[in-house]
């Protein structure tokens, strides 16, 4: 009888230590993710900027601005969502494309959350690192119903950081309405990568070397090559990244023949 109540003792505590363990134990896997995203939180290189916005409050700002892209600002994948830049955010055009975490935290409007906005525009007589916002992506940085609260700030201190832009579209060439077949011009738009575009090459068929393009202003490029140009082309578009790196990628045979001014275009790649 002695033997046979200690068993059963025995049996009811292991069976305690399995419920205690079973209610308390910890998923490796949620644990090993909640700190790899407080790592990368981290990890991020905030820097302090001046802020302020432009445009209708719950608008795009201005229709492409010095970028020259048009009416696209306000559609998706950009959804208003995007900025004029000082001189070291525009970067004489460089800048546009270019993507960008912003949060504030100074105004009791401020959620602290972070808002991505891409380049768009130039902000002429800005401080040099200032980021000149569409109404839209103003309020977003906003608490929720505190969006005209923050707007009304006017100007503000934010957070930034350069972010890598993932569009989930391949880049688009809109042909300039001025590109004829013995000068040929383009806007470049939906480059992904946190890298600035800083170098353009066409390429006409059976050639084996590359012509250099020069931006015109902000995301156009043109080529004015001086005789008659036989498409299809291919199009070579190179990104400088901070650390001093390069990355080059190639939209084969992207301008058909038959294009037309005006004319807008998806490639099948991207950065």
Known sequence: MKTTHTFNVVVVLYSMFLIISS???????????????????????????????????????????????????????????????????????????????????????????????????????????????????????????????????GRITLQYTRVSCSFGTPIVFTIDNGANPYYFATEIEYESGDGDLVDIQLKLPNQNSWVPMNRLWGARWALNYGSLMQPPFSIKLTQTYANGSTKTMEATNVIPVGWKPGQVIRSFSNF
């Open 23 to 153: 209610c308390y134990c910890i998923n490796p896997k949620f644990l090993f993710n909640a700190s790899s995203k407080a790592d990368a939180n981290d990890e991020k290189q905030w820097q302090q900027a001046s802020a302020t916005w432009y445009g209708s409050p719950d608008g795009a700002g201005t229709d492409g601005g010095a970028c020259g892209y048009g009416s696209s600002v306000g559609n998706p994948p950009l959804n208003k969502l995007v900025s004029a830049g000082g001189p070291n955010i525009f970067k004489n055009g460089e800048g546009c494309g270019a993507c960008y975490e912003v949060k504030c935290t100074e105004n009791e409007a401020c959620s602290g959350n972070p808002v991505t906005v891409m380049i768009s525009d130039q902000c002429p007589g800005c401080p040099a690192t200032h980021f000149d916002l569409s109404g839209f992506a103003f309020g977003s940085m906003a608490k929720q119903d505190h969006q005209n609260n923050l707007r009304n700030a």
